[in-house]
């Protein structure tokens, strides 16, 4: 079966050259142009989405904003004319897997495009056979994995993207020290701009669930310090 591309850019002659190149590619793709039209779509039709920055009626970026993570199960590949790193890490930061900037080479967009395809079915494959349970529990923290909900002391907490891989990352790997490279390998995919992000995210893991779960190993990076259990 074809993976199945929902690609958002409202410039016709982009758009339309996009669409054609990605369909010899043997993609399925559908094409949308405008910010109401992607939020009629259902994004669990699809298998990645690529989104445009700068739409008509809005913009892209502000979309993943509002993504609940439950359904932020597509990579999602950013096209853009804007060339500033703070924009490039907004993105990223924001649940985008990908950031690529215009003007592009089609074969730049379909290596991109197979390489976050590959990766999301090795961690589908991965998540088979660890989450036999869906359920993890670390000391005040249960994760759902089936439904990708997190309860902090039986209150409902919500995580964006990032955080939910990362505390996934975490919970799964009780006692094990991550580096910081080493998480922005395992949670965003690849060789991420600045390792500044992962402490940022930490950060915010700690503020919401005001604990000292997430211990910082001077020198290293950072590990979990509870002794999760699966049930």
């Not at 989104?51 to 853009?80: A, H, N, S, V």
């Not at 409902?156 to 580096?179: A, C, D, G, R, W």
């Not at 965003?188 to 997430?214: A, E, M």
Request: with cysteine; proline share 4%.
């Amino acid at each position: 079966m074809n993976e199945k591309i929902l690609l958002v850019e409202d410039d016709p002659a982009l758009g339309q050259s996009v669409h054609s190149f990605l369909t010899q590619e043997s993609f399925q793709v559908q094409l949308v142009t405008t910010l109401a039209e992607l939020k009629s779509c259902q994004l669990s039709d699809f298998d990645i989405l690529i989104l445009d920055w700068m739409l008509p009626d809005g913009q892209g970026i502000e979309y993943l904003k509002f993504l609940p993570t439950d359904i932020q199960r597509i990579p999602i590949i950013m096209l853009t004319a804007r060339t500033e790193l703070i924009d490039k890490v907004l993105g990223l930061e924001l649940g985008a897997n990908d950031y690529l900037t215009k003007p592009f080479e089609p074969r730049e967009l379909i290596a991109r495009i197979r390489v976050q395809l590959r990766m999301a079915k090795n961690k589908g494959t991965a998540t088979a056979i660890t989450e036999e349970s869906n359920l993890i529990i670390a000391t005040d923290i249960e994760v759902n994995l089936s439904e990708m909900k997190v309860t902090y002391k039986g209150e409902h907490i919500t995580l964006t993207k990032m955080e939910y891989s990362l505390l996934k990352l975490f919970v799964e790997n009780p006692k094990q020290v991550f580096s910081r490279d080493e998480i922005l390998t395992k949670v965003w995919g690849y060789k991420y701009p600045t390792t500044r992000t992962v402490d940022t995210h930490i950060l915010q893991l700690r503020n919401k669930f005001h604990s000292n779960y997430f211990e910082t190993v001077h020198g290293i990076g950072y590990r979990f310090r509870a002794e999760p259990k699966v049930s």
